[in-house]
């Protein structure tokens, strides 16, 4: 099924290790109630956004709000230790980080399971049947309901499937029309034209053919086309930012929906993550859905083509 999720990066307040203010719960309620009237009811986590904080904020509007746990799915991920004075960023994808680090984030949250449970980015010394064995005990204790991975190649997600009894669920990979290197492997076969960056090869077919759930994070490419051109930008992100607001025009839609709109069209049935915070671009992404199904092939195309800056191949 093809959905929105709510990515909750950016709830909490800083990345300071801080307590949570009064002020930070406040803008994280306003964000999950603009979120849920959007009609996203998957929240995603990480233990590592705000160092901990987004969690924090997040189980601090869960008990505001009761009965509001069971109308939503909960998605957290674990695997990344960011770097600190004496300790270099590195990933940790052990079983004994994997247990530890989900239990710390199910205290954060205040709730006694989560649904979905992501390996935030493969980890080089992960032992898949170490990973998989972890996995498979959180699921048993009933800690987690189900298992994913993040930023995963096909390679990497079959390594670890062969040792798993359950299936991998999600797999969250950066998608967007700026991103959108998931599109140029597949259309620069052989001609090594790319305008993006390199995608693992053959990844959005494997989840296709497995029934894994593709999220797109960053899918709102930060903004790049819908009101926020960044300081690096060049003309062909203007150019796209033009069409992007034309094609918002005739299809009466905001620009995010035709931003993300894009993204879902795709076949692989994309389920974007919306990281913003702010609830009134957070409401204009609740059209998303239909503005894929208008989306024409001519317009899909245009964008594309826009954002490549050269015709495809
Ligand atoms: N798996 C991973 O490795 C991974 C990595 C990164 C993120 N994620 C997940 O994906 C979610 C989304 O990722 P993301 O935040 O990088 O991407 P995003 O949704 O593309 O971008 C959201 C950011 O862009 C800003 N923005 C968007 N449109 C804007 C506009 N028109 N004007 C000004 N600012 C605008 C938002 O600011 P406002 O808040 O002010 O709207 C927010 O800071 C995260 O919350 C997280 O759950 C996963």
């Not at 299936?167 to 001609?191: D, K, M, W, Y």
């Not at 999220?215 to 033009?242: C, I, V």
């Not at 035709?258 to 957070?282: C, D, E, F, Q, Y």
Request: net charge negative; with cysteine; charged share 25%.
């Amino acid at each position: 099924m093809n959905e929105l999720v709510y990515g909750c990066m950016g709830l909490g307040g800083d990345w300071d290790g801080e307590e949570v203010t009064p002020e930070a719960v406040d803008a994280a309620e306003r964000a999950v109630l603009a979120a849920l009237d959007a009609g996203m009811t998957t929240f995603d986590h990480a233990d590592i956004y705000r160092r901990g904080k987004a969690e924090r904020a997040f189980g601090l509007v869960l008990r505001r709000h009761p009965g509001l746990r069971d109308r939503i799915r909960l998605q957290t991920k674990v695997g990344i230790t960011l770097p600190s004075d004496d300790v270099v960023g590195h990933y940790d994808l052990s079983a004994q980080a994997i247990r530890t680090r989900t239990l710390a984030c199910l205290e954060r949250l205040g709730v006694d399971h989560v649904d979905t449970l992501l390996l935030h980015r493969p980890d080089p010394l992960m032992v898949p049947q170490e990973a998989a064995d972890a996995l498979h005990g959180l699921v048993a204790d009933g800690l987690v309901g189900a298992v994913g991975v993040s930023n995963f190649s096909a390679a990497q997600m079959r390594s670890l499937q062969r040792h798993l009894d359950l299936p991998i669920a999600v797999n969250q990979l950066e998608l967007s029309l700026h991103h959108r290197g998931f599109v140029e492997e597949g259309i620069c076969v052989n001609t090594g034209s790319s305008t993006s960056a390199p995608f693992p090869e053959g990844t959005l077919e494997h989840c296709q053919e497995h029934g894994v759930q593709v999220q797109a994070w960053g899918s709102l490419a930060q903004g790049r086309y819908s009101g926020r051109l960044p300081e690096d930008s060049d003309g062909g992100d203007r150019r796209t930012a033009r069409l992007v607001q034309r094609l918002a025009d005739e299809l009466q839609a905001t620009r995010e929906e035709i931003v993300l709109g894009w993204l879902m069209k795709h076949p692989a049935r994309i389920a974007p993550v919306v990281g913003s915070t702010n609830p009134g671009r957070i409401a204009a992404c609740a059209g998303a859905r239909r503005v894929a199904e208008e989306l024409s092939r001519q317009q899909w195309y245009a964008l594309l083509t826009s954002a490549r800056g050269v015709a495809v191949p």
